[in-house]
């Protein structure tokens, strides 16, 4: 069960970022490898001026797993350089304090599961330990996925990011 979790969340983690690519959905736009920070709104920054790094080390799989503060609220995600948004589940919005109705699911997004729907968030901030980014688009998707997504809404904001053996390094 654990391994067709992880297959449904590529998935539709792959689903939402070609959404969002060929629909334009939120305006970002999908990619690998290193980037810089990009985009209307202001970049991750330290606190002392000078460029930093956190490094994850590849867990189960060669995934990159963290423990992401989403506004007031400590959330597992699978960090994921493919996919183009952030995606939560309904119960880490909740967590969060994001009330989402049910008119609000109105992205059409396709998963192997299926047709599901999405509604569009801004979260007010996302921290992954010293790194802290504001004022974020995200969707939170209709019913469970199986884990929370940290995509390039979140990667674009830094200085940069790249896979260096089995650890994923952020520049901020």
């Known amino acids: 069960m654990g391994w067709a979790i992880k297959v449904a969340s590529v998935l539709l983690l792959a689903a939402v970022g070609v959404y969002l690519m060929v629909d334009g959905g939120m305006g970002l736009s999908g990619g690998g490898g290193a ?30 797993r963290a423990t992401v503060r989403v506004d007031d609220a ?15 589940e309904p119960d880490a919005a909740e967590a969060a304090g994001l009330h989402v109705r049910p008119s609000d699911f109105t992205i059409p997004v396709g998963t192997a599961g299926g047709q599901r729907h999405a509604a569009r968030v801004r979260l007010r901030e996302v921290k992954l330990g010293p790194i802290v980014v504001r004022d974020v688009d995200a969707l939170v998707m209709d019913g469970p996925m199986g884990i929370n997504l940290l995509g390039l809404a979140f990667l674009k904001r830094l200085e940069g990011y790249a896979v260096s053996g089995d650890s994923l390094v952020l520049s901020y």
């Open 35 to 64: 980037h810089p920070g990009a985009g209307p709104d202001s970049p991750a920054r330290p606190a002392g001026g000078g460029a930093r790094e956190v490094r994850l080390k590849a867990g189960a799989g060669g995934h990159f």
């Open 74 to 88: 400590d959330l597992p995600f699978l960090i994921d350089t493919g996919a183009t948004a952030i995606v939560l």
